[in-house]
């Protein structure tokens, strides 16, 4: 069959899903507590409809069936993360075997499905005890990161052959220490650029230590949000250059080249933010950068001037410096409140080869959630037109930025089975196969058919 839309041989075309987000067997297996388990224990009422994360979706113990239906649609790769809190109890010391079996067979049953598993490492879920040494303001849990990693390699490494430090590490610094929605629930810039910045750390002593012991691939998995003006003039452009060093190139620019830059620098400077820091750190990034980028693309930003002057007594904010901008007619996801706006993963694939020396990367992460799935239920199937067109819209400028010379090497849509999410808990749905989260049974919906064949097809038509 003749596709309009044809990818390079090898596309990788799957999916992505965190350890504490489907694991569940949250008391079970030995694993120790992380923050998410502490949170929902002493305020459950910040989790929508009361949902915490002890059961999940059961991967723990249904991974044989869900590895099973990721190879009927098509999946040839798939990113999963390691619970730290699962292999290490604590996050230091004593590594539980129950866990490395878990992990073990679950990597195993990937590659005799020949689905290639990528494997992340941190996925917001600090575990419980270093969360309380101060999390990662504190330069001892960098070390304990490092450690943890060290063991994943090589317990995990001979078999994994792409592997990610962090998911988003700027989602725990925007949700932890600036604006309330990740526990410890501190609000507090200073720390926050802390935290940021001992991420940042963790990650290049990961990615080091990686290098001098194995021969795969090892990189990070960022949200970038493209940040674009209102308008042309100077006052709109600067607010988007702020952001864009704030919620971008924080992280973009030390693990792709190895700095951080100038006027982000600069800026902290001026405010009085800027992070205690170590001698060796600067060499550090700079010899670590990444081989391989996952791009996480959900929504644009859209900026303008400021237009009021921050309260005084308001505690140092990134928004001291932009006004969000809501664009008239802009094409909404109304369940999940965000804006859809296809041709931001292609602006941000040309951005990273003009600026960003043509990088290999992927989408790691995009997707629709979407609010009380069950209306579109048709003879027992979820007829998710919406999410078919959303997929298709993305691969479309994905398939632009390739003919352009980009260098994405796959999408994975967020995510396999409808999942649990943080504090929108079963909320919005986004995966391929639906889950009902009292029996656990998972259906596949009509965008898990239309993903088989334009997998089998390596594209599709318009
Ligand atoms: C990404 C995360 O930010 O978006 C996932 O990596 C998350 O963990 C996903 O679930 C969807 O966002 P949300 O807030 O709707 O769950």
């Not at 090892?218 to 209102?230: A, D, Q, V």
Request: charged share 25%.
């Amino acid at each position: 069959m003749a596709v309009e839309y044809k990818f390079p041989e090898g596309f990788w075309w799957g999916s992505a899903a965190s350890a504490t987000q489907t694991e569940g067997a949250d008391k079970e297996g030995g694993k120790g507590k992380n923050i998410w388990d502490h949170w929902y224990e002493i305020e459950p009422n910040r989790f929508f409809e009361g949902v915490g994360p002890e059961t999940t979706s059961d991967f723990y113990h249904r991974y044989k069936e869900d590895i099973q239906n990721m190879k009927e649609i098509g999946h040839n790769t798939f990113r999963m993360s390691i619970s730290w809190a699962r292999l290490i109890p604590g996050g230091e010391g004593h590594v539980n075997q129950e866990a490395v079996n878990f992990y073990n067979n679950v990597i195993d049953e990937f590659l005799a499905n020949d689905i290639e598993p990528f494997v992340n490492l941190f996925h917001f879920d600090m575990p419980l005890e270093l969360q309380e040494k101060g999390g990662w303001e504190n330069r001892e849990v960098v070390d304990a990161f490092v450690e943890y990693a060290r063991q994943s390699f090589a317990l995990f490494g001979d078999r994994v052959k792409k592997w990610f430090t962090f998911n988003e590490p700027i989602v725990p610094v925007e949700g932890g220490y600036l604006y309330d929605f990740h526990y410890p629930n501190i609000v507090d810039a200073k720390k926050a650029v802390q935290v940021a910045y001992n991420t940042m750390i963790a990650h290049a002593k990961a990615v080091k230590v990686y290098h001098a012991s194995h021969d795969g691939k090892i990189g990070i998995i960022l949200n970038l949000t493209p940040s674009y003006p209102r308008s042309q003039n100077p006052a709109d452009l600067k607010a988007s250059h702020v952001c864009d060093l704030f919620f971008n190139r924080s992280f973009l620019d030390p693990a792709v080249k190895g700095e951080f830059p100038a006027d982000l620098i600069s800026l902290l400077e001026e405010h009085g933010q800027l992070p205690n820091t170590q001698a060796g750190d600067k060499t550090l990034l700079k010899e670590n950068i990444v081989d391989i980028l996952g791009v996480n693309y959900y929504q644009p930003r859209r900026v303008k001037a400021k237009e009021t002057l921050p309260n005084p007594y308001s505690p140092f904010m990134p928004d001291w410096f932009f006004d969000n901008y809501e664009m008239p007619g802009r094409k909404m996801n109304p369940y999940r409140g965000w804006e859809i706006y296809e041709k931001g993963v292609y602006d941000i694939m040309v951005n990273l080869k003009d600026n960003y020396g043509n990088i290999e990367s992927f989408i790691s992460e995009n997707g629709m959630g979407v609010q009380n799935e069950e209306r579109f239920l048709k003879n027992g199937r979820i007829e998710d037109d919406y999410r078919i067109d959303f997929i298709k819209g993305h691969l479309k400028w994905v398939h632009k930025a390739i003919e352009e010379g980009c260098n994405p090497k796959g999408y994975h849509l967020w995510t396999f089975m409808d999942n649990w999410s943080w504090m929108n808990a079963y909320k919005n749905r986004y995966g391929f196969f639906s889950v009902d989260i009292e029996t656990k049974e998972r259906t596949a919906k009509k965008s898990a058919t239309w993903f088989a064949e334009a997998s089998k097809n390596n594209g599709f038509n318009g």
